[in-house]
């Protein structure tokens, strides 16, 4: 099917059909916690407008396993083999167009730690990371590298427990899933956008067992005695487009 027919979803038309790649996202946990927008702000650039749902931020623990990246010219070639990716995120806003801005993104796979980190200019850091399933009940472990840092891990366990559906418009299940572009700074100044498209996410709400999670730790925020909302997809394919400065 060809990605770009189907855009009725989208809350604003796709940018052009010159996308530049396309990925597979595979077994995608969504895990969300709502923070205080003045806990936020101090992360987030200035000229990046913090969205809130009913007046609550989130925070968000994405896992998922990239089964692919495909260049335009050569689609039917993935560039990197399957390698799973963790990536804590929150929600913004520039001129209108919401979308997604990392915070950080661990990562096994050395290409996409080299080249997308200079590229997409995007918090890339090393990690060892392991997603297995039994039967229904997937289990995870992410172990930050560097001598730096040696204590950033994620570990847990999760299990879809409900039918599949699509989030209706409005709802907060849909507002925290359904973005179509990223925003990236390198300094906190420049600031850069890049677009994506992909199908609605078909969601199962999920169980969610976390033995230990200290990805917040470099910024000072502690969620050890808040549950997360948790959210499952069997994931979606989806298009980006080349990464753009903005004229701040």
């Keep these: 099917m060809n990605l770009l027919n189907d855009s009725i ?37 200035e000229s990046l407008q913090i969205e809130t749902f009913n007046g609550t931020a989130w925070l968000g623990i994405i896992l998922f396993v990239l089964e692919g990246i495909f260049p335009l010219r050569i689609s039917s070639v993935s560039l990197t083999p ?20 990392f915070m950080s993104i661990d990562v096994e796979n050395w290409a996409s730690l080299k080249i997308a980190k200079r590229w997409y200019r995007l918090p890339y850091h090393p990690a060892q990371i392991s997603l297995r399933k039994e039967e229904q009940t997937y289990s995870f472990q992410s172990i930050r590298k560097g001598t730096e840092n040696p204590s950033i891990s994620l570990k847990g366990k999760y299990s879809p427990v409900s039918e599949v ?25 420049n600031i850069y956008c890049g677009d994506i498209h ?25 969620f050890s005695n808040v549950k997360p909302i948790a959210h499952y997809s069997t994931g979606v394919d989806s298009l980006m487009w080349n990464i753009k400065k903005l004229r701040i």
Excluded at 86 to 91: E, F, G, M, S
Excluded at 166 to 188: A, I, Q
Excluded at 204 to 221: C, G, H, M, S, V
């Design 165 to 189: 559906y699509y989030p209706k418009e409005g709802t907060l299940d849909h507002w925290l899933t359904e973005r179509y572009c990223l925003y990236s700074s390198n300094n906190r100044v």
């Design 198 to 222: 992909h199908q609605p996410w078909p969601l199962q709400k999920a169980e969610i067992e976390l033995d230990r999670n200290t990805l917040f730790t470099p910024f000072n925020l502690d």
């Design 9 to 45: 979803h989208r809350p604003y038309p796709i940018p052009s059909k010159k996308w530049i790649m396309r990925q597979t996202w595979r077994n995608v946990l969504f895990l969300h916690w709502p923070i205080p927008l003045e806990k936020l702000r101090p992360h987030i650039p």
């Design 82 to 101: 399957i390698f799973p990716e963790i990536n804590v995120r929150t929600y913004v806003n520039y001129e209108g167009k919401p979308g997604i801005y």
